[in-house]
RNA sequence: CGGGGUGUAGCGCAGCUGGUAGCGCGCUUCGUUCGGGACGAAGAGGUCGUGAGUUCGAGUCUCGCCACCCCGACCA
């Protein structure tokens, strides 16, 4: 019933918060969770808040088989070498075997770049802007709920464009989306970059990434937006006619985020009561408690009800507690492990003085306010604040546990609580060597302006392993 | 795939040198309560993961198998 604190074990207080706050359980299927309404409702946000987002800029959904034909896993090398040992594989349908084998999509390139194959022929059939909503299975060799679970729900969107420069204009774009997103909405700070070749995709030119500080200095890469580049177009013979009558292969993308995100969102804001929410991702904002004493039980209830009515009118999402099988104190501890941003106190007391209190998720603190027609103003305000506090907080704690470091020793001694910035030589067998040695990774190639500013990262130095000249630092840490 | 651990009531666990299963929470009913996880009374609920073996007798001992969890390596 207790939360482990975050103090003792930070693994184990994740888990705890995941299935105390009836966010997710496990499953009879290894590796696989059963997603529990408090944790599709924060999904069920996420998505409504993205899908709009990937609509304003052009995209439209579609959906793709679940089932990926073997041989056109096969038919992008770097694709299939990266993907193929964590794959499910069909064998068997209809009680005989298969004369192919069909993959269980780990992501859905090749099925998708087989179908436009069919629909793109000139460049008047570009740029094609698709999104799907789906879930993808990888057979990972350990699991976590939300961070890695062998099955899980995604956004996928694939593109495709007729110049280089306008792919690449895309894969910015939706990198560009994914912040808006994960500070807007999550009250997350993130690290846009670009990934070393040996951290990008399997089949992309180039990822770029938004890289996340969680609670225990680790990092989680919570979204992706990969250049493909004719890659996958050839693989697929996918041309189209240019304006000038030339035949060429079409520019790709594919860019994704999935139910991970709950996972970084629990890990970057909660605390050792519970789950903390940002009101922008919170179906349930405000919880109403009324407290009820002697016999009162009339007046406190209808003076609830009322309130319940006229926080609804006006946009928040509020929701009243009448059950009468728990005590306030139940309850309080209750809303505060689901992460309710707001509770709502209302007693007799409370009526006589034409007050109510209210008890913020992300501070603790409380309120005395006065019961008026302001109410649901001075809600929607405090909503608006504890967003903005959530963002404001985790900033703050990333910029406290990023550090430059000069030294190899430094550095050792800086990823294991943060993250640390650092020369590097830019070669493959650095990277490996220190990922070896330390555990840490090149988490990105910072291309956010103001991060590069703010730590000085294109300034010339020496590689901090092999002490080579570098032109830019990075971001190394140990990650999710 | 290595290391560690756990399988006993819905959940968390106890069960000693073998003698036929118990505690807390939760659940049901009734009553009293209600401003930080209330209290009383009465109930319901278990092929002890699984298969062998030892024994008069196995939750307990022996061997095998299975499953899951945690920590690593690999990955969103």
Same mark, same amino acid.
């Given at each position: 019933?207790k ?21 997710? &359980? ?16 924060i ?7 993205? &899908? ?17 034909? %073997? ?17 499910a ?18 992501? =859905?390139e090749?099925? !998708? ?6 629909? !793109? ?12 909503w789906?879930?993808a299975v ?14 899980f ?13 306008e792919? $690449? ?6 990198i ?5 997103f994960a %500070? ?5 700070p ?19 990434c ?8 680790k ?9 493909l ?32 995100l ?21 179906t349930?904002?405000?919880v109403?408690?009324?407290i009820?004493?002697? &016999?009162?039980?009339t ?21 009243l ?37 209210v ?19 001075? !809600?929607?305000?405090?909503l ?11 900033l ?6 990023? $550090? ?18 650092a020369h590097w ?10 990922k ?13 302006? =103001?991060?590069i ?10 590689c ?11 971001v ?5």
């Open positions: 019933m939360l482990t604190p975050r103090s003792s074990d930070y693994s184990q207080w994740y888990l705890d918060i995941v299935l105390q706050a009836k966010l997710a &359980d496990y499953s009879d299927v290894r590796g696989c969770m059963v997603i529990r309404p408090n944790g599709y409702a999904w069920e946000k996420m998505q409504a808040a993205l &899908d709009a987002m990937f609509k304003e800029t052009g995209h439209v959904n579609a959906y793709f088989p679940l089932f990926i034909p %073997e041989s056109f896993m096969q038919k992008e090398a770097d694709h299939i070498e990266g993907f193929a040992p964590e794959c594989v069909v064998t068997h349908g209809g009680g005989e075997e298969l004369a192919e084998k069909l993959y269980v999509r780990p992501t =859905s090749t099925i !998708i770049w087989s179908t436009y194959k069919k629909w !793109i022929q000139s460049y008047r059939d570009l740029p094609l802007l698709i999104n799907q789906a879930n990888r057979w990972e060799l350990r699991t976590r709920l939300f961070l890695r679970t062998a099955e729900l995604w956004q996928e969107g694939h593109t495709a464009h007729a110049t280089e420069a792919a $690449k204009e895309e894969v910015l774009r939706m560009e989306v994914y912040r808006r %500070e807007d909405y999550m009250a997350l993130v690290i846009v970059g670009r990934k070393t070749e040996s951290e990008k995709f399997a089949g992309a030119k180039e990822t770029y938004i890289e996340a500080m969680m609670q225990d200095g990092a989680l890469q919570s979204g992706t937006s990969h250049h580049g004719q890659n996958f177009a050839k693989a697929f013979d996918c041309k189209f006619q240019s304006k000038d009558g030339q035949l060429e292969y079409v520019w790709a993308t594919s860019w994704g985020v999935s139910t991970r709950i996972g970084a969102l629990i890990m970057a804001h909660s605390d050792d009561k519970g789950l903390v929410l940002p009101p922008k991702l919170a349930r904002q405000l109403i408690v009324p009820i004493k002697g &016999d009162s039980k007046l406190v209830l209808e003076k609830a009800s009322e309130l319940h009515k006229q926080l609804k009118a006006n946009g928040v999402g509020v929701f507690d009448d059950n009468d099988q728990q005590t306030p104190g139940w309850k309080f501890a209750e809303y505060e492990l689901q992460g309710v941003p707001l509770r709502l106190e209302i007693g007799a007391k409370d009526i006589e003085k034409h007050q109510c209190v008890a913020r998720r992300d501070t603790g603190e409380k309120l005395s306010l006065p019961l008026d027609a302001a109410l649901p103003e001075t !809600i929607k305000r405090l608006n604040e504890i967003q903005n506090n959530l963002f404001a907080r985790a703050a704690y990333r910029n406290e546990k990023t $550090k430059e470091v000069k030294t190899y020793d430094e550095f050792k001694a800086q990823v294991e609580t943060g993250f640390a910035i030589d830019g070669t493959a067998e650095t990277e490996a060597k220190i070896e040695e330390t555990k840490a990774t090149i988490r990105c190639i910072p291309t956010d302006e =103001s991060f500013q703010q730590y000085d990262l294109r300034a010339e130095g020496k901090i392993y092999s002490g080579k000249p570098s032109k830019m630092k990075v190394f840490a140990k990650a999710y």
